[in-house]
């Protein structure tokens, strides 16, 4: 049974940063890929990141250079490192294996 739980989201600043998390539990992380994603009310999920089981990252246009997707093998969990935030992140965020789906975290940018 895959669980995967999200954690580190919060309210900030604009301009300010954040480290969000997703701890997976069930299977070992590096034999599949990751992906961070981020929802509005209202509107689609939008995918913004991904991490490959050899460690390659992919990032939307919409967050790269800003977010950065990572991950820590002996702790099973993947991260995303958010900088410089904008109103326009506030969303909450997912983190999936492509099948399985985390409850979210939710970011709010002041």
Same mark, same amino acid.
């Given at each position: ?22 701890? +997976? ?22 995918? +913004?990141?991904? +991490? ?29 490192? +958010? ?28």
């Amino acid at each position: 049974h895959v669980q995967l739980v999200e954690s580190g989201g919060g309210t900030v600043q604009a301009g300010g940063s954040l480290r969000l998390s997703c701890g +997976i539990r069930g299977w070992q992380y590096n034999t599949y890929c990751m992906g961070w994603f981020r929802q509005v009310p209202g509107k689609a999920r939008e995918g +913004i990141a991904s +991490i490959e089981y050899d460690g390659t990252t992919t990032h939307a246009g919409s967050v790269k250079g800003r977010f950065t997707m990572s991950s820590d093998d002996a702790k099973n969990t993947v991260y995303l490192q +958010i900088n410089s935030l904008k109103s326009d992140d506030t969303a909450v965020y997912f983190c999936s294996d492509f099948n399985n789906w985390g409850p979210g975290t939710q970011v709010t940018v002041s």
